[in-house]
């Protein structure tokens, strides 16, 4: 049964990630992996009867950035501040047709083409790898974005002083620091597999690039909200359903000292906790997290091998605090009942609350089709269960 507030929503979710028991679980909600689909956002505010018109937070996965009565609805904890495109950067969407189907197609700043057909508009996949045919010198000449870019951060200090002077959430930052996951995005993730075993220069032309991009965004956003964050959210994904997506050896080689780098610009320039986000069973990486520094997890999930919430609690769950794992969202949130949302939830619940370490979440984002009454059931007893003694 629901207790009584006794903290701040910022006291809440600092206290859980300095593993000691809260008044209640922090909750979480509205971010860009830990956020909802538009489409499911707008079933639960139809079935809710609110009229609200949404803003799409990310168009890449469809991701909304969901209302404040929504957010106090479900007792979220978590507000985010993000930065955005330079000035010099004319991004935007575009409508082309191709192949007698109309697509949405979006120009990122390294270069990168996602697109969306218009009779879908679920997500977009990447139409044009800009580096797929290039050399290492190809890469030396590209004309990567620049990080530091200050026109970047305007307005964003204004914005976090509101959230920290004016409302008791927590504040963290958007996505950040994605340093291997943009390298395949420009070279296609098959030819990176490539590079992998046959030309691994090419793998370290790019991460050296795209970790130096991050290395001067983070100083640069440190710079104007470093005082004011509590959280830091970075990530690539580094495992699938089964586990690792390469190998632990090439990891450890060649993308986590340039992930290192990344962390390490991000501790000189602030006191807020880093969150990392990886799918998958990430089983295999977790030391290797909490060695570079990490402080929390996403999305957990639980439904891949490996990651049982007993298992993960028992063995990590004094160095690294769970972000998710909330409930299976492949197969109970969207497609069973909410007695049985209620059932899982509560029992991960009760099983990753102890000590704490532990902020409420969907495992990712709630996706498309999942039932309205399966979300209030997924946030109503994550605040009913989750209080302490």
Known sequence: MSGKETMTSRQRVLTALNHEEADRVPIDLGGFQTGIHRKAYQDLIDYLGYDETSEILDPV??????????????????????????????????????????????????????????????????????????????????????????????????????????????????????????????????????????????????????????????AGFLGEVGDLLDVIMIGDDLAGQQGPLFSPAFYRKVVRPRQQRVIDTIKAHTQAKIWYHTCGNCVEYIPDLIEMGIDALNPVQISAPGMDPEMLKGTFGREITFWGGAIDAQHILPFETPEQVRQEVRQNIEVLKPGGGFVFNNVHNIQAGVPPENILALFETAYEFGFYD
Request: net charge negative; with cysteine.
């Open 61 to 218: 996965q469809q991701i909304v950035a969901p209302s404040e009565t929504i957010l106090e609805l479900f007792h979220v904890d978590v507000r985010y501040v993000t930065a955005h495109g330079p000035d010099s950067f004319q991004g935007g969407i575009e409508l082309n047709e191709r192949n007698g189907r109309l697509w949405h197609d979006l120009k990122d700043e390294f270069g990168v083409i996602w697109s969306m057909p218009d009779d879908q508009m679920l997500y977009m996949d990447i139409s044009h790898h800009p580096l797929a045919g290039a050399t290492v010198d190809d890469v030396a000449d590209y004309p990567f974005p620049d990080g530091s870019d200050p026109s970047r951060f305007s307005g964003v200090r204004d914005r976090a002083l509101e959230i920290k002077k004016h409302t008791p959430y927590a504040l963290s930052s958007g996505i950040c620091g994605v340093t291997y996951e943009i390298c395949w995005y420009m070279r296609g993730l098959e030819r990176w597999f490539i590079d992998m075993k046959k030309n691994p220069a090419m793998c370290e032309a790019i991460i050296d690039r795209t970790s130096q991009y991050w290395v001067d965004w983070m």
